[in-house]
């Protein structure tokens, strides 16, 4: 009889370590590491026999047909997908409990449902009358869905393979389901993995799309939905901030289109309702001549969006003054801090500093750093940024400003929301390329230019 052997998984990111230890060396999580048992076996090669077939290979030239779409008909959702839902593709939704997951895929396969398509919701965490519920809050009852409560792997797959298959299926959570030849325990990396790739070979061999709703939590419990993105197709990560209405469905990964797209919704008593125009509603609450405040024109995948940066500089009492950031990379504030410092002579590091990207949303791009540094310079002087003036541009340790992709598309945007002005970076000298802009700008190449936009004052000691 094969003996049992013991193996330390991290249930955060999958890392195997052959002894427990408090924090993973892999993804630096603490008391995430678990220990499972698995059978052992003798390790087998492939012999002298030989076997298997010939691998039957195709030319790199040929045509492919693309594959069909489900549209939700849900604009957001949509595009952030590349155009609908893929058939036969496999797509995984992670997100923070309670950020809204569930409700946005019942809305989706709710859509779906009325729109002629045959859709299988299967919740792991509710009943069949929870989600019942739910659908009637959502003025969503009437959708032609069928519905199961079940955790079992196999079950899910005889549903898939008997009868006529689903077009759509949805499994909340993956983090629930099992497969009963495993003795690791739901949710163990163990389980995850094997269960979505069960579930999606058989998936794929009937040509259904299938939604896995991936939890994930700060202290690494349950495992994380990364140790499965290089089994699904596309990975869309739900953000938000639970002070605020907003979340943005945010894509990682996308095998059928654009990766860096946003969807903007808002959480409202029917559920998550789109929102067409998110620059307009983040900047609805801006008041203007305000010291600390300018305006992003930044840009999510291929979608302009105008956010309000927000930066307090206050006297520090401590011998360590405090960097607190929302919305952004603190290591890049700590450079444009130093850059302000070392190249344009504003001291900064006796004073505390509060940075924060109005609205909830998140800002990765580094066309943020002029817009940063404009709201620092505005709250050290305590001058506001001129009015209607949008700002974007990367600021490099020496100083000069960097131009960043599509700033036809930034300006655009602005333009539209009423902006006149702009401050942008200056492009290439050997550039010969001449371009017509929608509003005023003023082009600079080094940050001193916009510090000259203030009058620096010197703290009283």
């Known amino acids: 009889m094969a003996k049992s052997k013991t193996s330390y998984t991290c249930q955060s990111c999958g890392a195997v370590t052959s002894k427990w230890s408090g924090k993973c060396e892999s993804c630096g999580e603490w008391n995430s590491i678990t220990e499972e048992r698995i059978e052992s076996s003798i390790p087998k090669g492939l012999g002298g026999r030989k076997g298997g077939q010939r691998l039957d290979a195709v030319p790199l030239k040929g045509k492919t ?46 859509k779906l449902a009325l729109s002629g398509k045959s859709c299988l919701y299967v919740s792991g965490e509710e009943a069949v009358d929870q989600v019942r519920l739910r659908a009637q ?130 959480m409202a008593q029917e559920g998550l309702v789109e929102v067409t125009n998110p620059s307009e509603l983040f900047l609805s609450q801006r008041q203007e001549h305000v010291a600390g405040s300018a305006v992003l024109a930044g840009l999510e995948g291929t979608r302009p969006v105008l956010v ?48 924060n990207v109005a609205g909830g949303i998140r800002i990765t791009e580094p066309a943020a750093d002029l817009a940063v540094a404009a709201a620092l310079i505005s709250s050290q002087t305590g001058q506001p940024v001129p009015t209607h003036t949008v700002f974007f541009g990367e600021v490099g340790l020496s100083g000069e400003i960097r131009t960043v992709s599509q700033p036809d598309v930034r300006l655009k945007e602005a333009a539209k929301l009423g902006f006149n002005q702009a401050m942008i970076p200056a492009p290439p000298k050997k550039s010969k390329k001449t371009s017509k802009y929608p509003l005023q700008v003023r082009q600079i190449d080094h940050l001193d230019d916009l510090v000259q936009q203030f009058t620096i004052k010197k703290r009283a000691a």
């Open 308 to 355: 309000e940066i927000q930066a307090l500089v206050a006297p520090s009492a401590l011998g360590n003054p405090r960097r607190a950031v929302i919305g952004w990379d603190s290591s890049r504030l700590a450079m444009v801090l130093a850059v302000l410092e070392a190249r344009c002579g504003i001291t900064l590091s006796d004073s505390d500093i509060f940075l």
């Open 65 to 110: 047909e693309p594959k069909p779409r489900h549209v939700t008909g849900i604009a957001e959702l949509d595009r952030v997908t590349g155009g609908g839902l893929v058939t036969g593709s496999a797509i995984l939704i992670g997100g923070d409990p309670g950020i809204g997951k569930s409700t946005l895929l019942l809305q989706a396969v709710c």
């Open 137 to 266: 809050r959502l003025g969503l009852d009437n959708a032609p869905v069928d519905l199961a409560a079940a955790t079992s792997v196999r079950d899910i797959i005889a549903s898939m393979e008997d009868g006529d298959p689903p077009d759509i299926l949805v499994i909340d959570s993956i983090q629930t389901m099992y497969v009963d030849t495993i003795e690791s325990a739901p949710g163990t990396v163990t389980q995850v993995r094997t269960s979505a790739q069960e579930i999606i070979r058989a998936a794929k061999r009937r040509g259904i799309c299938v939604l896995f709703v991936g939890h994930v939590t700060k202290d690494g419990q349950i495992a994380g939905p990364r140790v499965l993105e290089h089994l699904v197709d596309a990975v869309l990560y739900f953000e938000g901030d639970r002070g605020h209405q907003f979340r943005i469905l945010r894509t990682v990964k996308n095998r059928f289109g654009p990766t860096d797209e946003i969807g903007v919704f808002e």
